[in-house]
């Protein structure tokens, strides 16, 4: 198994390169398509930490990822922001936000949320078939 | 650099957006798209035809854009979207709400001048 920590200083503008950062390690093990569903859940993970745990404001973020080869890749996002209300549904089709909760639980096999010691921690894992991962022995 | 390429022929206002359409972004993209909708134009199409990432709040934007359309009486379509764009709004049972046409020929087809 592989593993990559990350931590950082989380804020709207600073989300994406946060995961930019990660889709770059990853790329060397899984194809786009797995690359696409993974870059989704982490930016929008990251983006309500920024905005929903942080308010905008400055704040820590910490991302694990683990990697199972030829099994699955696992995923972890913590920050120490606000508790986090979870939206689970889909919004009525006019609505202008709130659907970063429900493409995590839809492009992902396992979502998870949870409160740990004043922390918000998001976990995930992604299966990947055979085929999905490159060849990088 | 430019954010967006504006071209406005006859009726149509055609913006092209030709980067990232994330959180990061939207509040300068809200900014720049309050001053178009005091044109005369009747069909806004947004081409996202080059636009390689979209996430929730990037689907906002291109909701609150076809919502105030519709409020205002024009119409609203995507021009050429890209496969990324494409599999995130089926992703949010989004795609079946926009008109969505692959050129402008086409639109101009459909929608001719009043």
Redesign the interface.
Known sequence: MLQLTLNDTVT??R??MIVRAVKSFLDTFVTSEVL?DI??VL??SC?NS??HAYQGLPGELEIKLDIVENQQVDLQVRDWGREFQCPWN?PE????????I??MR??MHTFDYSRENDSNVFTFTKRVEPEQWKECK | MERVQVEEKGHVLTVDISQEVTMEVVNDLKKDFEGFFSGSWQVLALDLSEVSFMDSAGIGFVTALNNRSLQEGRIFCLLNPSEQVIKTLKLVNLWDLFQVHQSLDEIFRLYPAE
């Open positions: 709207p503008c989300a994406r696409f870059e989704l930016t929008e983006n920024a905005l889909l089709t006019f609505e202008e936000s709130g659907r970063g429900y493409i839809q492009v």
